[in-house]
């Protein structure tokens, strides 16, 4: 069965740091590009960061530039997203998905005092 | 950035009835890499369509995509009561990648 699996997310104080990992299986990893997507409470859906098969192109939106960073690890079927810095507009459900397969069910980032 | 606009924001229809859903992009979508994406409530996005026409893993055949350059379309040929949920576009083409801000598919 194809899944991807996220974790990592929960609660932290803005200022703070957060990394998610994505797990995956069912499907050769190392051949996708693979993509972390957010969805605020109530909102639309936001892409974030993107990194091809070969960590060669890593591509990050302008609302995360400087502060996230994009990783993954094929030995291990496994996507990374290193969160710094994290503002309170950074809430949201993080979803890690391939452009054109599965999506994870998600984890909830939530930045508050 | 390659801005999709999605319309209508609301669709209202009745089951059986054929939905049109149309995806405009600001910018020639590169390579026609064009998704579509369906969202229960509470729930991770469900690809649909890839490639602005090819249809994912185990979608119904009554979900076609169309479209190339900068207009797209979304067509549920004959609609069932589990389609009446929200719809998102995305480009991932061209950096910074995009999704339209949704169509919510409501019974009439």
């Known amino acids: 069965e194809v899944q991807l699996v996220e974790s990592g997310g929960g609660l932290v104080k803005p200022g703070g740091s957060l990394r998610l990992s994505c797990a995956a299986s069912g499907f050769t990893f190392s051949y996708y590009n693979m993509n972390w997507v957010r969805q605020a409470p109530g909102k639309g859906l936001e892409w974030v960061s993107s990194?091809?098969?070969?960590?060669?192109?890593?591509y990050y939106s302008d609302s995360v530039k400087g502060r996230f960073t994009i990783s993954r690890d094929n030995a291990k079927n496994s996507l990374y997203l290193q969160m710094d810095s994290l503002r309170a507009e950074d809430t949201a459900v993080y979803y890690c998905?391939?452009?054109?397969?599965?999506w994870g069910q998600g984890t909830l980032v939530t930045v508050s005092s | 950035e390659n801005v999709l606009t999605q319309s209508p924001g609301t669709l209202s229809l009745s089951p059986v009835e054929r939905a049109t859903l149309s995806c405009r992009a600001s910018q020639s979508v590169a390579g026609n890499y064009l998704a579509w994406y369906q969202q229960k409530p509470g729930q991770a996005p469900r690809l649909l369509i890839y490639g602005a026409s090819s249809r994912a893993t185990d979608i119904p055949d009554r979900f076609s995509g169309s479209g190339s350059g900068t207009d797209f379309t979304l067509t549920i040929s004959r609609l069932e009561p589990e389609d009446f949920v929200v719809y998102y576009c995305?480009?991932?083409?061209?950096?910074?990648?995009?999704f339209g801000q949704g169509t919510k598919l409501e019974i009439k």
């Open positions: 995305h480009q991932y083409g061209s950096s910074p990648y995009t």
């Open positions: 998905a391939t452009n054109t397969g599965p």
């Open positions: 990194i091809d098969s070969s960590s060669f192109y890593i």
